[in-house]
């Protein structure tokens, strides 16, 4: 099955991949560049507007993923309202695009928030969603065009975005030589 059509049958596990490669991305970023504990925790329940929830150095970020191939036709997203009570909410658009040599995905982004880490997120607007079956109004979704979004080039550019810049914890991670194998 070509990539193109099982992204459209099997997009949950698309999903899922971004994800994934999403995490691991700031994940490095964090621990090997910026030398700083990211955790990361999952939402379990998609009721409260956030994927993720993302602490480094005290500050707490709320996130709702969302993810679209780069270059696609995508141009609104879907937003729960209730993300905007989180202090430090926010959206993240990953768009990514397939490295057919490396055989990966490569990641940019779409930012939707406050300018400083602590800020609560602009509003959504007053756009609602509608189920597009029923037609019927989704009270708790609003849609966000892509105009109002930031883009951010790199994982480190993200970060700094949602925790502000990198001030490392000077030997957190490097206690000691580096081992190499023979």
Wanted: aromatic share 8%.
């Amino acid at each position: 099955m070509r990539l193109s059509q099982a992204s459209i049958l099997r997009s949950r596990d698309r999903e899922k991949l971004i994800e994934h490669v999403f995490i691991s991305e700031i994940l490095q970023e964090s621990w090997f560049v910026r030398e700083q504990p990211l955790e990361v925790l999952k939402a379990e329940v998609d009721a409260y507007g956030y994927d993720l929830v993302l602490e480094c150095n005290g500050v707490t970020r709320h996130i709702q993923l969302k993810a679209s191939q780069l270059g696609g036709s995508t141009r609104r997203q879907s937003v729960n309202r209730l993300l905007e009570q989180k202090v430090g909410g926010c959206v993240v658009w990953v768009l990514f695009e397939h490295d057919w040599g490396a055989g990966r995905i490569r990641l940019n982004y779409l930012y939707f928030g406050g300018r400083r880490p602590r800020d609560r997120m602009p509003s959504l607007g007053d756009e609602p969603v509608r189920n597009p079956r029923s037609k019927a109004s989704r009270p708790n979704a609003r849609i966000l065009s892509v105009n109002k979004f930031e883009r951010i080039p790199t994982a480190s550019a993200l970060l700094d975005r949602l925790f502000g810049r990198a001030k490392p914890v000077k030997g957190l991670y490097r206690t000691g030589p580096v081992l190499r194998s023979p």
